[in-house]
């Protein structure tokens, strides 16, 4: 429970839920020495109570080579994505059941705002949207471009899946089967925090446990481990990542709070346009 914690440290909360582990004042407040060094766009929480380790981005991946055979241009927006030239080519996941699901549908919001977002859902189903319930069936069955060699080009993954595809691949491969797309706005930032939990009587050993995740050393060993990106910029980049991955320079953005207060509401709302 929250006055009694089974543990000292949390971490894995990102910017979709903050505000309500905030709420619920689940962390202690920790101004770790090791945030000077840290860009403000990832220190969301002023209190310090939540400290960001690591981000990804949520974007459309494609297959390299079905736009290639296909002589198709890339969709550069999201509004492009409803042209009849990429009917049914897209697969996401249930924003219900899926965070990166979840994620691409905040990215709809903060480009169309409240007023528009559910007409453009409307409008990518219209297109042939494919719908599933999970990263893994999307990924991995439905998108053509990695080992299921299904019927969508287009699927919503993680900017890190590129790299991932070239590191796992079963014969070695030159350059990644896939690719993001980046185009402002199309991609959603996630940050991953760590908290000290309120009521811990280990405070001296979390801060170090906490410093240490933001260490440059724990810092560079977590993309190769969980395939996301480290906070400090002075972590330098596995080779794969610097030539395989992109990074969008204008991920869409959505203050954690607004997420909070409207996240259960937005995704009935599209249960409703989008599967009913």
Same mark, same amino acid.
């Given at each position: 429970?929250?006055?009694?914690p089974?543990?000292?440290?949390?971490?894995?909360?990102?910017?979709?839920?903050?505000?309500?582990?905030?709420?619920?004042?689940?962390?202690?407040?920790?101004?770790?020495?090791?945030?000077? @060094?840290?860009?403000?766009?990832? $220190?969301?929480?002023?209190?310090?109570?939540?400290?960001?380790?690591?981000?990804g981005?949520?974007?459309?991946?494609?297959? $390299?080579?079905?736009? @290639?055979? $296909?002589?198709?241009?890339? =969709?550069q927006?999201?509004?492009?994505?409803?042209?009849?030239?990429?009917?049914?080519?897209?697969v996401v996941?249930?924003?219900?059941?899926?965070?990166?699901?979840l994620?691409?549908?905040?990215?709809?919001?903060?480009?169309?705002?409240?007023?528009?977002?559910?007409?453009?859902? %409307? %409008?990518?189903?219209?297109?042939?949207?494919?719908?599933?319930?999970?990263w893994?069936?999307?990924?991995?069955?439905?998108f053509?471009?990695?080992?299921?060699?299904?019927p969508? =080009?287009?699927?919503?993954?993680?900017?890190?899946?590129?790299?991932?595809?070239?590191?796992?691949?079963?014969?070695?491969?030159?350059?990644?089967?896939?690719a993001?797309?980046?185009?402002?706005?199309?991609?959603?930032?996630?940050?991953?925090?760590?908290?000290?939990?309120?009521?811990?009587?280990?405070?001296?050993?979390?801060?170090?446990?906490?410093?240490?995740?933001?260490s440059?050393?724990?810092?560079?060993?977590?993309?190769?481990?969980?395939?996301?990106?480290?906070?400090?910029?002075?972590?330098?980049? =596995?080779?794969?990542?610097? $030539?395989?991955?992109?990074?969008? %320079? %204008?991920?869409?953005?959505?203050?954690?709070?607004?997420?909070?207060?409207?996240?259960?509401?937005?995704?009935?709302?599209?249960?409703?346009?989008?599967?009913?």
């Amino acid at each position: 429970s929250k006055n009694a914690p089974l543990a000292d440290v949390f971490y894995g909360v990102d910017n979709t839920f903050l505000s309500r582990a905030l709420d619920e004042a689940m962390f202690e407040t920790y101004a770790s020495p090791l945030l000077a @060094s840290i860009p403000a766009e990832f $220190k969301l929480d002023v209190k310090n109570q939540a400290l960001p380790v690591d981000y990804g981005d949520v974007c459309i991946n494609y297959d $390299k080579t079905y736009f @290639s055979e $296909k002589n198709l241009a890339l =969709p550069q927006s999201l509004e492009e994505l409803t042209d009849l030239a990429y009917k049914g080519l897209l697969v996401v996941e249930n924003p219900a059941t899926s965070s990166p699901g979840l994620a691409f549908l905040l990215a709809t919001v903060a480009h169309y705002g409240e007023d528009g977002y559910l007409d453009y859902w %409307q %409008q990518l189903k219209d297109n042939g949207l494919v719908v599933v319930n999970d990263w893994e069936t999307a990924y991995y069955t439905n998108f053509s471009g990695s080992s299921g060699h299904g019927p969508q =080009p287009m699927v919503v993954s993680y900017a890190s899946s590129p790299p991932a595809e070239v590191i796992f691949a079963e014969t070695p491969l030159t350059e990644a089967p896939t690719a993001s797309i980046t185009a402002p706005g199309t991609c959603f930032r996630q940050i991953e925090f760590v908290g000290i939990l309120a009521g811990t009587p280990q405070h001296a050993l979390a801060e170090k446990f906490v410093d240490f995740m933001l260490s440059v050393p724990f810092q560079e060993d977590m993309p190769l481990q969980m395939f996301v990106y480290p906070v400090q910029p002075e972590a330098k980049l =596995p080779e794969a990542f610097v $030539k395989y991955a992109q990074v969008p %320079q %204008q991920p869409a953005a959505l203050a954690p709070e607004d997420i909070s207060a409207n996240r259960n509401a937005w995704i009935e709302a599209w249960t409703e346009t989008v599967l009913r």
